[in-house]
């Protein structure tokens, strides 16, 4: 059920190659509000940084627009959430089963992608349908949330997936040093995340204890609940209308 009026723009990026319909169920609750942004396509040697910046010019709000604005992105996404928060500058930036720093990323990733690496996109594509059959299996989706998986990665591109797993293993890491201002990082987590296995060495705002990776589907409520307190902390004081 749509919750209008919310405070502020919600802008999610969805997980590395994946629609941006798997925020189906936030779409529910913030409606207009929400942003739901594509990936592009990358150029050719490409930064992640460099590809951040781009992509988020595709969606950034017009000079005399001051709505306040919440950043956020899932798993992937979410590294890329942080490094668009440099050109968007947000009044936070939500962590969706994602990581603050290279020292999160679990090793698997980078053999992933050594194994990926060699293998053509064409023949590569026809990875897409077991690797979905992990994530229904891994995350003990059910069969509504399973189809919709499988849904939204039907047209993933393997050389978008190929190219922004090479610069994820090689990300130097979010620098707050680097911009004008200090944005407010928050994270929420499942616990028993398979992925992006959680670190309790960083500060986690909330932890699913039954989560696992893709909680924004398993625990909608709880991830829904968790954004709008947010929001209503960051954009109701700072909404222009709301003075």
């Known amino acids: 059920m749509t919750q209008p009026p919310l405070p502020g723009r919600l802008i999610l990026l969805p997980e590395l190659g994946l629609d941006s319909k798997i925020f189906e169920q936030q779409a529910r609750v913030f409606g207009r ?9 990358p150029r ?9 910046l781009r992509w988020a010019e595709t969606f950034k709000p017009l ?13 992937i996404g979410g590294i890329f959430a942080l490094e668009m928060s440099k050109l968007l500058k947000p009044q936070a930036v939500i962590l969706i089963a994602s990581c603050r720093s290279p020292a999160d990323l679990p090793y698997r990733l980078t053999i992933f992608e050594k194994i990926l690496r060699p293998i053509p996109p064409t023949l590569a594509e ?4 077991p690797i979905t059959s992990t994530f229904a299996f891994k995350d003990r989706l059910d069969d509504v949330n399973t189809q919709l998986v499988k849904k939204v990665a039907r047209n993933c591109s393997m050389p ?6 090479q610069q994820i293993v090689q990300w130097k890491g979010f620098d707050q040093t ?3 201002i200090k944005v407010p990082i928050y994270q929420i987590h499942g616990k028993n995340d398979w992925m992006l296995p959680l670190n309790q060495r960083q500060p986690i705002d909330h932890v699913i204890h039954n989560g696992r990776h893709l909680i924004n589907l ?7 609940r968790f954004i709008l307190g947010l929001m209503k902390k960051h954009c109701a004081t700072s909404d222009p209308d709301s003075n």
Do not use: M
């Not at 050719?44 to 951040?52: G, P, R």
């Not at 000079?63 to 798993?75: E, F, H, I, K, R």
């Open 33 to 41: 509000a929400l942003v739901q942004p594509n990936w592009i396509n």
């Open 44 to 52: 050719e040697n490409e930064t992640i940084h460099d590809y951040a």
């Open 63 to 75: 000079p005399d627009d001051q709505t306040p604005l919440l950043l956020g992105g899932l798993s």
């Open 126 to 129: 026809l990875l897409t349908g």
């Open 160 to 165: 978008l997936i190929k190219w922004g797993l």
């Open 178 to 180: 680097e911009t004008e």
């Open 218 to 224: 398993t625990h909608p409520a709880t991830v829904n």
